[in-house]
């Protein structure tokens, strides 16, 4: 990346593809922004800018990235694949790490060894995703959603009968459902009504929104 590029980008402030960071604050902390990224549609992590836009740079380009690419290994399961540029913007050094969406969504948090008394469970790590210019932790509903639509997933078998005719009757109408007022609706367990969310969403039919602590769904 050129400076004109990284300018540019600066410029347009912290974005759902764009987080800046004063300094390396911690494995964890970059680790989640980074999942996020990839969980999400992909961007870039900017290291030696503050939240307001001001080019501050970093100390130790080597040391910073270091502990960036130790995040990416070990705080994230899978691992996170990034791209480091150093660019110099008016004798700053900016650390640009490019992170592509991700092919293996959900990526998840992994605890830190004293966090997690040197055992890792998979129930303990987060998934997070980009929500505007925040990252913030995806329920359940939208890590089973980003693991349905990696490209890896396996293919998709969708069959329109009456559970989803009533859905999307009931969303021209009230434009939104929760998973428990659809579980409702259709009068079908919680587990099955999850899976035809997850199928429509992964089919383009319908989009699933984090809302104010319950996730909902409306028609794409």
């Not at 300094?23 to 980074?34: D, L, P, R, T």
């Not at 999942?35 to 999400?40: K, P, S, V």
């Not at 910073?64 to 290994?73: K, M, N, R, V, Y």
Request: net charge negative; no cysteine; aromatic share 6%.
């Amino acid at each position: 990346m050129n400076a004109k590029k990284l300018r540019a980008i600066i410029e347009l402030g912290e974005t759902d593809t764009v987080e800046f960071k004063r300094k390396f604050s911690g494995f964890e902390k970059i680790a989640k922004e980074m999942i996020a990224l990839a969980n999400t549609r992909g961007g870039y992590l900017l290291v030696g800018v503050d939240d307001d836009g001001t080019v501050v740079g970093v100390d130790s380009e080597k040391s910073e990235i270091d502990l960036i690419t130790s995040s990416a290994e070990f705080y994230s399961e899978p691992p996170i694949e990034t791209d480091i540029d150093i660019v110099d913007i008016d004798g700053f050094d900016v650390i640009a790490v490019r992170i592509p969406e991700s092919r293996t969504k959900p990526h998840h948090l992994v605890p830190s060894p004293s966090e997690s008394n040197g055992q890792v469970d998979a129930r303990d790590t987060r998934v997070y995703i980009r929500q505007g210019d925040k990252s913030v932790m995806a329920s359940r509903e939208v890590a089973r959603v980003l693991a349905a639509t990696q490209p890896e997933a396996p293919p998709l078998v969708l069959e329109i009968g009456n559970i989803e005719r009533t859905l999307f009757d009931h969303l021209e109408r009230h434009e939104r459902i929760t998973l428990r007022e659809f579980r409702n609706l259709v009068n079908i367990s919680e587990r099955r009504a999850s899976r035809s969310l997850v199928r429509l969403v992964r089919a383009g039919l319908i989009r699933i929104f984090t809302g104010n602590g319950e996730d909902y769904y409306t028609l794409s």
